[in-house]
């Protein structure tokens, strides 16, 4: 029986091939902003996102084709948001998954523009679901799921929440200030690739309420881990600098509630995130590794 690391190592080669298989040719004129676009893809990373939705898609009994385009898309949509984050305007970093980000590799004014065509690109993507679609159906899932990516990316979704870090950073947060970037900023991410893993998969709208829930909780307790990581962790494991949340005078979860309530919520989420996850239908496994998978990670 293969074991969980196994299956990720398999499945994460597996999703990265799906999205490999819809970056841009680097030709024309453009040439520089598609190879920027495509730098920032390969750099890699966990492909949590596309994973969860695979995986979702699957514990619905989702067989065909038609979510790989939102596949992509999701990760194109989160690695232009990792662009326009490392820009100097934004937390000026200059690492990003043991590589130079995307501004210190192709200079600023490349980077915003890879973000930007990232961004439209995502939805150029997702579009190529309608093709693959099968049923008058499953057509009416992809036209739902292209407007739930608009909006958990956009200004009721990530960008809502960055907007809001952007103008709080360097003033002390409340409680629900925090929620609110938390919820907007990673969880919206989290949201949107489960979301449509279940909606492509045929889920009725109670089952999808509760795998928005479960994903809210699953994205709340990945940001307390991260702001556990950037004081515990090293520039070597995370592939990008530690410590970047106090120098940018960030409040986090860690320095509103200390340490060790943060470990202990980051557990309680996950816990409540796995107790939804068990009241749907289908084989939990693989969805359970990921959650877990989330709370013992060190990068």
């Known amino acids: 029986m293969m074991s969980f690391n196994d299956w990720l190592a398999k499945s994460t080669d597996e999703v990265n091939d799906v999205i490999m298989g819809f970056l841009p040719a680097e030709e024309g004129y453009q040439k520089t902003v598609l190879s920027a676009m495509n730098y920032s ?7 949590l996102r596309p994973l969860f939705m695979r995986e979702i898609y699957r514990m619905f009994g989702g067989m065909g084709r038609e979510v790989e385009p939102f596949m992509a898309a999701i990760e194109m949509i989160h690695t232009f948001s990792l662009i326009h984050d490392d820009l100097p305007c934004m937390d000026n970093d200059e690492y990003r998954r ?3 980000t995307t501004w210190k590799a192709y200079g600023y004014d490349m980077a915003v523009l890879a973000g930007d065509a990232l961004v439209v690109y ?3 993507t997702a579009a190529k679901a309608f093709a693959m679609a099968e049923s008058d159906a499953c057509r009416a899932a992809v036209a739902r799921c292209m ?5 958990k990316t956009g200004i009721y979704g990530m960008i809502g929440g960055q907007t809001a870090d952007v103008e709080l950073t360097g003033r002390k947060l409340d409680e629900a200030q925090l929620d609110f970037i938390y919820r907007l900023k990673t969880g919206a991410l989290l949201e949107a690739p489960m979301m449509i893993g279940a909606i492509l998969a045929g889920a009725d709208e109670e089952q999808v309420k509760t795998v928005e829930k479960m994903a809210a909780c699953v994205g709340r307790a990945f940001q307390i881990q991260d702001d556990i990581l950037d004081i515990t962790s090293s520039q070597e494991v995370l592939g990008k600098p530690v410590l970047s949340d106090e120098k940018n005078h960030k409040t986090t979860y860690v320095s509103l509630y200390g340490m060790e309530q943060a470990r202990r919520d980051v557990a309680g989420l996950s816990g409540e995130a796995v107790g939804m996850l068990k009241s749907l239908p289908g084989n939990h496994e693989t969805v359970e590794g990921l959650i877990d998978m989330l709370i013992t990670r060190e990068k």
């Open 41 to 47: 893809v390969r750099a890699g990373g966990k492909r």
């Open 122 to 124: 995502a939805f150029e």
């Open 147 to 151: 407007g739930l990516l608009a909006e």
């Open 98 to 100: 043991g590589m130079p």
